[in-house]
Nanobody, 126 residues
Framework: QVQLVESGGGLVQAGGSLKLSCAAS????????MGWFRQAPGKEREFVAV???????NDYAESVWCRFAISRDNAQNIALQMNSLKPEDTAVYYC????????????????????WGQGTQVTVSS
């Protein structure tokens, strides 16, 4: 099992930026696609972004397209640069590893066996 620790959340005004980071440890010998989900108060968890194991391919939810950018380094660490934040981006953001994504568009069943982090709160004030 992989342990995932998110950091970088906080409070920001609408239009501002934040960068989330996720550090992976444990069963890191097998690289996998990783990504971000979020859960807003009273809503279900939703897909935000995914990046392939080699970092060449990614996909985003339409709601964050052209505002968020996912990246990864040579280890199993990923980041999410969030720009032009909106109040509706307020949520707990979760890092995932072990997503069955290779390239192209993300589909909802790809994360069914993924490992999840504990989450980090992002609050965007209007």
């Amino acid at each position: 099992q992989v342990q995932l620790v998110e950091s970088g959340g906080g409070l920001v005004q609408a239009g501002g930026s934040l960068k989330l980071s996720c550090a992976a440890s444990g069963r890191t010998s097998s690289r996998s696609a990783m990504g971000w989900f979020r859960q807003a108060p009273g809503k279900e968890r939703e897909f935000v972004a995914v990046i392939s194991c080699n970092g060449r391919y990614n996909d985003y939810a339409e709601s964050v397209w052209c505002r968020f950018a996912i990246s990864r380094d040579n280890a199993q660490n990923i980041a999410l640069q969030m720009n032009s934040l909106k109040p509706e981006d307020t949520a707990v953001y979760y890092c995932l590893a072990g997503i069955a994504y290779v390239r192209g568009r993300y589909s909802s069943n790809m994360a069914k066996n993924a490992d999840w982090g504990q989450g980090t709160q992002v609050t965007v004030s209007s």
